[in-house]
Each structure stands twice: as structure tokens, then as C-alpha cells.
């Protein structure tokens, strides 16, 4: 099953097939666990993680103030541990590259061929449909993978992942932010998660 929101593409979900319609419920404490490449990035994009999922009504909790980076980067001992703390479930991102594509950003023109003097079919002169000269204007997009994964600490187990790409030729802070709201809509219209508070 693939969506879009906006510039984030899902490329691929998966469901546990025996999940409860609604996993999680309004109020339950839901970890938000950023695997990123740098400890600052991954601090922000938790903290982004957690106003996205709180928006759903969940008590969510930034990962890297619960565990250490070396027991995040290790499932078996991250989990038991925010599940002893009473987290009900795990949503982590984890980053699976960041690169930049070009992308012609020279304007397009239409207009009219130099005169050669001929007609013809009645057309009149020659149209000429091409673009201006390469420069300042060519765009590189920013192109984000990651992969989301949810945790359901009531049962130990797996129960909904999710691989997307997020692209833009904005900064990578606004990225992720649109990544996190298309992640948030995604897990909420497939159950995952309560949709957004009205």
C-alpha cells in the first residue's frame, strides 16, 4: 500500500494483520525514538516526533530522555526499558539517506523563431519551445528516506512499519517536519494511532 501527503511518498506499509482496530489509545504514553546522524538532528526530530503524535491526543515522550544513544540503537534493550517506565508504545524513525538530486529550474520560453521568410500551412512563423541558459536558477532537491516503525509494548511486538520519502528544495528541518505530519496522518488513517484531536 503506497500514499502521499504533500511531498512525502510511502513507498511501502505493512500492518500486523491481527492488530486491534485502534493500537494505541488517547492519553497512553507513546515514546518518539529518532535513530538520526548526528546527536542534535536526532534531538529535534524527536522533539518534532512528539508534538506530531501529541497532536493525535497520545502522551508522547521524547526517546533520548529515556534511554541512552548506545540501548536506542539496540531494540532488545530499548524496548523492556521504556516499557518498564510505562510507555504503551515505540514509533521509531530511522533515517535511511539524505541526498540531493539537480533539478532544471532554467524558465521555460514560447515565442516566435526569427523570420525566415516562409510560410508554411498558413502557420505563420516558426514557434520555438525550449528553456534559457543553465545558471543561478537550476534548484537541487533534497531528497529524505526513512523508515518508521511501531512498537506495541502491551504485546512485545511489531505492529505497523512504514518506508517513505520526503523531497523539496527546502532546508532539512522543514522537511522532516512535513515527513513527521505525513507519517502522523498515515498511522492515524490506518488505525495506528487516534486521529487528530478536533
Known sequence: MA????????????KDPGAEPRIVQRGD???ALVLGPDPSTQQAVEQALVVELSRHGVSALPGHTLVTAEEALAPELALPRLKERG????????TLGVHTEARDGRPVFIGPAVDLGRVRGGLGPYYLHGRGPAGPNDVADRIVRVET????????ALLW???????????????????????GAEMARQGVIPPLKS
Open 3 to 14: 500514499a502521499c501527503t504533500g511531498q512525502t511518498h510511502f513507498v511501502q506499509t505493512w
Open 149 to 156: 516503525l511501531f512498537f506495541d509494548l502491551k504485546r512485545d
Open 87 to 94: 510507555a504503551a508504545a515505540v514509533v521509531l524513525v530511522r
Open 29 to 31: 504514553t507513546v515514546v
Open 161 to 183: 512499519a512504514g518506508k517513505s520519502e520526503t523531497s523539496g528544495s527546502r532546508a532539512l528541518p522543514s522537511l522532516m517536519g512535513d515527513l513527521l505530519n505525513a507519517v
